[in-house]
């Protein structure tokens, strides 16, 4: 979540007004409007947001927690709020009749570039709506569903309505969220300090080991590496493997550690012009793919960098400048060397070996 002062700048730089702003005060000091619950043929539940530091309820495991997965990992997403408080839309019936309906939409999201609400429903449910309220439910000219009314009411504060439907879901991830879904029922504060501290060490001294490769130490067991992957103590990119494949589903510390691994493997197989222009001063701030790093070490042949949590990432010199040459990693100039300086010893504190070798 945003602190004060970051609100407080996103306010600025979107130039909200006095009455958008006092909305999203509302909404985001506001608990959830209703709690869901199982309906035909859907399982409710609650995903443990590492972004928002709670709980976010689910109606539907086939609609709602795929979407709310793509927020937790979506760079833009800053934070998101389920079942936010009601409002009411006014529309056209079929017949004619003026209708004023009080809704609440699934999500209300708060991105780097706007705001606005959300509601997720099937394709399915989308169809007979759209032939029950033509005017609430539609096809837009780019083939995605809207909601006239809905944006109406958003737009009076400048922010946005959308319609997502389960067309839009990558089905890799849906498979996967489902493999979990007992996973997320599970109350992780069982989950003793011993087990998770033996995969999480065998996962960050092995980046990119297997869950079949992992079960092969005494101690692991699959239950325990899903239960962290579901709360997210491991990383698995449910997008791109499937965990029922354990031979070839990778296993990360963070999205982070898999980025830079990704990275330097990315980089040794090519052999570009390497420019050497860029100055290279502990402090530094360099983003890879939206994430921001620090260098807070520069040796004969390696740099050492910084990530959240402690992290530290180990890149050679000339693979670094093969990164920066390609465009890959942006360098930023110096915001306060000093800080940078002590948050260095700090991490060097904490993390004894690098994550690489």
Not at 186 to 197: A, C, H, I, T, V
Not at 205 to 216: C, E, H, M, Q
Not at 337 to 342: G, R, T, V, Y
Request: charged fraction near 25%; include cysteine.
């Amino acid at each position: 979540m945003m602190t004060l002062l970051e609100f407080n700048q996103w306010c600025v730089n979107q130039n909200l007004s006095d009455k958008a702003r006092q909305e999203i005060e509302k909404i985001r000091n506001t608990q959830p409007s209703r709690r869901v619950g199982n309906r035909y043929k859907n399982v409710s539940g609650r995903y443990p947001s590492r972004k928002m530091g709670v709980t976010i309820q689910f109606e539907s495991h086939k609609v709602e927690l795929p979407f709310i997965y793509q927020l937790e990992h979506s760079e833009d997403v800053l934070e998101y709020y389920d079942q936010p408080p009601p409002f009411k839309i006014k529309y056209t019936s079929a017949s004619g009749r003026n209708l004023g309906v009080v809704i609440t939409p699934d999500f209300f999201i708060i991105r780097s570039s706007g705001a606005g609400w959300v509601e997720c429903k099937t394709e399915r449910e989308l169809e007979k709506l759209a032939q029950k309220s033509p005017h609430r439910y539609q096809i837009g000219s780019n083939y995605n569903w809207q909601s006239p009314p809905g944006l109406d009411y958003a737009q009076q504060f400048g922010f946005d309505f959308q319609i997502w439907s389960n067309a839009k879901i990558n089905w890799t991830l849906q498979r996967n969220l489902e493999f979990l879904e007992d996973y997320y029922k599970s109350d992780s504060d069982l989950f003793s300090d011993d087990k998770y501290n033996i995969i999480a060490s065998l996962v960050e001294a092995n980046p990119g080991i297997t869950i079949a490769r992992l079960l092969d130490y005494k101690g692991v067991d699959a239950d325990d590496i899903y239960s962290l992957i579901a709360i997210e103590k491991i990383y698995v990119d449910l997008t791109a493997y499937l965990l029922v494949e354990a031979s070839k589903c990778q296993i990360f510390k963070s999205r982070v550690v898999e980025n830079a691994l990704k990275a330097i493997i990315n980089s040794e197989n090519s052999d570009p012009l390497i420019n050497y222009s860029v100055e290279l001063i502990p402090g530094t701030s360099v983003f890879y793919d939206g994430i921001c790093l620090n260098i807070i070490l520069v040796g004969q042949d390696y740099l050492l960098l910084s990530a959240k949590e402690f992290e530290t990432i180990e890149l050679k010199i000339s693979k670094f400048f093969s990164l920066v040459n390609s465009g890959k990693i942006k360098v930023n100039p110096i915001k306060n060397q000093s800080l940078i300086h002590e948050q260095a010893m700090e991490i060097l504190k904490q993390a004894s070996t690098s994550i690489f070798n």
